[in-house]
T-cell receptor, first 115, second 111 residues
Framework: EAGVAQSPRYKIIEKRQSVAFWCNPI?????LYWYQQILGQGPKLLIQ????????DSQLPKDRFSAERLKGVDSTLKIQPAKLEDSAVYLC?????????????FGPGTRLTVT | TQLLEQSPQFLSIQEGENLTVYCNSS?????LQWYRQEPGEGPVLLVT?????EVKKLKRLTFQFGDARKDSSLHITAAQPGDTGLYLC???????????FGQGTELSVKP
């Protein structure tokens, strides 16, 4: 079974530029999550999708971050404009909506450096 | 506010030693998961504990969920260099699948 795919793996941009990350979840997983992981910290949830609807985006900085999952499968997270403090690893995870314990399966992440 | 506190934050030990990592909270969780993350990779699920007092074993790793479902521990017996990584606990509350992660414990096992 293929895992969660993310691209790119690394990205370096200057502040005020835009960047987009892509995620393809495990086939059949209805729930998709985007996390931000700053060095030395645990992942922080940015947004959760159930199929193509948003379940939780309470910690998404909506003035600069946006995310979509138009067809209920793959998803894109965008940052526009980027700030220095956005430097982090952006993780995508998916889970089977019917799963009782909400185990999540993570992709390898995208390491973003904002200079 | 950090809902899940992990300790210690850093641990450097020699191969063959035993260690315990703690995950504590004042909140009750419906389930608690432990993940291991290696550099440049995403977290990988190790185990899920659900019942208060539950103990699960995965080879040399023993996981325990507190009776009140507010805390958990991970014990590694005879640690090996391959155990090196960031260990994360994550608690699930209510419905919806949202996980709250601890800040992680960085483990280094030297040969």
């Amino acid at each position: 079974e293929a895992g969660v795919a993310q691209s790119p793996r690394y990205k370096i941009i200057e502040k005020r530029q835009s960047v987009a990350f892509w995620c393809n979840p495990i086939s059949g997983h209805a729930t998709l999550y985007w996390y931000q992981q700053i060095l030395g910290q645990g992942p922080k949830l940015l947004i959760q999708f159930q199929n193509n609807g948003v379940v939780d985006d309470s910690q998404l900085p909506k003035d600069r971050f946006s995310a979509e999952r138009l067809k209920g499968v793959d998803s894109t997270l965008k940052i526009q404009p980027a700030k220095l403090e956005d430097s982090a690893v952006y993780l995508c995870a998916s889970s089977f909506a019917g799963g009782r314990f909400y185990e999540q399966y993570f992709g390898p992440g995208t390491r973003l450096t904002v200079t | 506010t950090q809902l899940l506190e992990q300790s210690p934050q850093f641990l450097s030990i020699q191969e063959g030693e035993n260690l315990t990592v703690y995950c504590n909270s004042s909140s009750v969780f419906s389930s608690l998961q432990w993940y291991r993350q290696e550099p440049g990779e995403g977290p990988v699920l190790l185990v899920t504990v659900v019942t208060g007092g539950e103990v699960k074993k995965l080879k040399r790793l023993t996981f325990q969920f507190g009776d009140a479902r507010k805390d958990s521990s991970l014990h590694i017996t005879a640690a090996q260099p391959g155990d090196t990584g960031l260990y994360l606990c994550a608690g699930a509350r209510g419905q919806g699948g949202k996980l709250i992660f601890g800040q992680g414990t960085e483990l280094s096992v030297k040969p």
